[in-house]
């Protein structure tokens, strides 16, 4: 059992700061500007001996229209009404707010617990607003400086009835269903949950997307562009197969990024590219592998990641056999070095194509970990050899020695020549694209690297 801790607040009170600090990494974004956090966000915390599950959530305003701080109050209430407890963070230096007295008559109705916590109480401008947290009549604030590291201990003994007991509740039911022969749900499937993440340029959908494959209205959408801003990563399963989802900020090329918060955003994103091992890049089916989804398309090759093309809003063409064959030409002229890209219809409103694109998802990942025995690839060579010799270089010809595969994820080939620069470009891409079609390569990044060396397997 993980418990589990949301941290809620007014806009601006230090809540990622906080959720930095329990981390132990600076995974949210953080800025002076009010209203940076939007989606909620989890993560494994530790506090001494404490181990927890801690959200990260936008900040609490009282707007109930269908605006965007109003879907980001709801998503906010939505954590807390889900945790075990929340950590109501006041800023100090400004005091008690009356939005802050109001919210705590909100949290009087319900049962999850709340611990309140004085944040920014370093120095002598925090101690007036930390006797005002008083009059809230949530017992005794916890006085702390998430920026500094100061008073963790003291949010230690406030959180540490509550997990001790939480973990005794635990044990309890666990020894219930052990005398009942009945097995726990909550087996972990898959010690290693496949990482997925969603990309694409701004309001194409990736968020939509999400939500409707985790069934929950979890990602904050809109008719806005650019709501998401962090990269929020989400445990799920789809059929047997653990997932990590990881949806993030959309992608806007860099001469037009002019705000801080949203080059940190794209930075986050190019982040979770790195850190994917599949990455599924959303498409708006009316406007298609435009420049700015190139660019996204090679940073991912690029980096080897197994890349899936969804072509989202598809229930909106009309004529769908030329949109497809125009994407089918723009992919063979712009993205050439990988052959086979993985191509899929969808509709992320109401779901349809999601099973085929994952599907597709599992697909790749098992050609991107794919391995070719050394034997095999030797004979493949010889053949190859036979039929195409390399051609001639200022009147001599290198001996290519031996083939193998050091290396998958992507897969990753090592050619031994006798002179390092005696194969051209063009006879390097010819044995790519032989490698990948006599090996069922298609649709991921594909490298060969060109060495020069021995034939360890001749006889000496």
Same mark, same amino acid.
């Given at each position: 059992m993980s418990y589990t801790v949301a941290i809620i607040g007014r806009p601006n009170v230090g809540k990622s700061t906080l959720f930095n600090r329990l981390v132990g990494k600076r995974v949210a974004i953080v800025d002076d500007q009010p209203g940076v956090t939007r989606?909620?966000?989890?993560?494994?915390?530790?506090?001494?001996?404490?181990?927890?599950?801690?959200?990260?959530?936008?900040?609490?305003?009282?707007?109930?229209?269908?605006?965007?701080?109003?879907?980001?109050?709801?998503?906010?209430?939505?954590?807390?009404?889900?945790?075990?407890?929340?950590?109501?963070?006041?800023?100090?230096?400004?005091?008690?707010?009356?939005?802050?007295?109001?919210?705590? @008559?909100?949290?009087?109705?319900?049962?999850?617990?709340?611990?309140?916590?004085?944040? $920014?109480?370093?120095?002598? @401008?925090?101690?007036?607003?930390?006797?005002?947290?008083?009059?809230?009549?949530?017992?005794?604030?916890?006085?702390?400086?998430?920026?500094h590291g100061e008073g963790m201990v003291d949010l230690y003994n406030a959180l540490q009835p509550h997990v001790d007991a939480a973990k005794a509740n635990a044990a309890y039911t666990l020894s219930k269903l052990t005398d009942s022969g009945k097995e726990s749900d909550d087996e972990i499937i898959n010690a290693h949950p496949l990482q997925m993440a969603i990309v694409g340029r701004p309001n194409v959908g990736k968020s939509t997307m999400v939500n409707t494959l985790l069934g929950e209205d979890r990602m904050l959408t809109g008719p806005e562009a650019g709501i998401t801003r962090d990269s929020i990563s989400i445990p799920w399963t789809h059929g047997g197969r653990e997932f990590n989802l990881i949806d993030t900020a959309g992608l806007r090329r860099r001469a037009r990024v002019n705000e801080k918060v949203e080059a940190l955003s794209g930075a986050e994103t190019r982040r979770a590219i790195d850190y994917a091992?599949?990455?599924?890049?959303?498409?708006?089916?009316?406007?298609?592998?435009? $420049?700015?989804?190139?660019?996204?398309?090679?940073?991912?090759?690029?980096?080897?990641?197994?890349?899936?093309?969804?072509?989202? $809003?598809?229930?909106?063409?009309?004529?769908?056999?030329?949109?497809?064959?125009k994407l089918h030409d723009r992919l063979q002229t712009s993205l050439p070095q990988v052959r086979g890209i993985p191509v899929v219809t969808v509709s992320g409103q109401t779901g349809r194509g999601l099973d085929k694109m994952l599907d597709a998802v599992l697909d790749v990942y098992e050609v991107w970990n794919r391995r070719v025995p050394t034997a095999k690839l030797n004979r493949w060579l010889e053949e190859i050899l036979e039929h195409h010799q390399p051609p001639l270089i200022s009147g001599r010809r290198s001996k290519v020695r031996y083939i193998t595969q050091p290396k998958t994820r992507p897969p990753t080939f090592a050619l031994f020549v006798?002179?390092? $620069?005696?194969?051209? =470009?063009?006879?390097?891409?010819?044995?790519?694209?032989?490698?990948? =079609?006599?090996?069922?390569?298609?649709?991921?990044?594909?490298?060969?690297?060109v060495r020069k060396g021995t034939n360890p397997f001749a006889p000496k």
């Open positions: 989606d909620r966000r989890e993560g494994k915390a530790t506090l001494s001996d404490l181990k927890f599950t801690v959200i990260d959530t936008a900040g609490l305003e009282n707007v109930h229209d269908d605006s965007l701080e109003a879907r980001m109050r709801q998503q906010t209430e939505a954590a807390f009404l889900e945790a075990d407890i929340a950590l109501l963070l006041i800023d100090a230096r400004t005091g008690v707010t009356p939005i802050d007295e109001h919210f705590v @008559q909100w949290l009087r109705r319900h049962e999850t617990p709340v611990i309140i916590v004085a944040n $920014k109480c370093e120095g002598a @401008q925090g101690q007036s607003g930390l006797l005002g947290c008083y009059a809230l009549g949530l017992g005794e604030p916890v006085p702390l400086s998430a920026e091992q599949v990455v599924v890049l959303v498409l708006d089916a009316n406007d298609m592998l435009e $420049k700015q989804d190139l660019t996204i398309a090679r940073n991912i090759i690029e980096e080897g990641r197994a890349l899936i093309l969804a072509v989202n $809003k598809w229930d909106t063409i009309k004529d769908r056999g030329a949109a497809l064959d006798s002179h390092e $620069k005696g194969l051209p =470009e063009s006879y390097i891409r010819y044995m790519a694209n032989a490698l990948r =079609e006599d090996f069922d390569l298609w649709g991921v990044p594909l490298r060969l690297i």
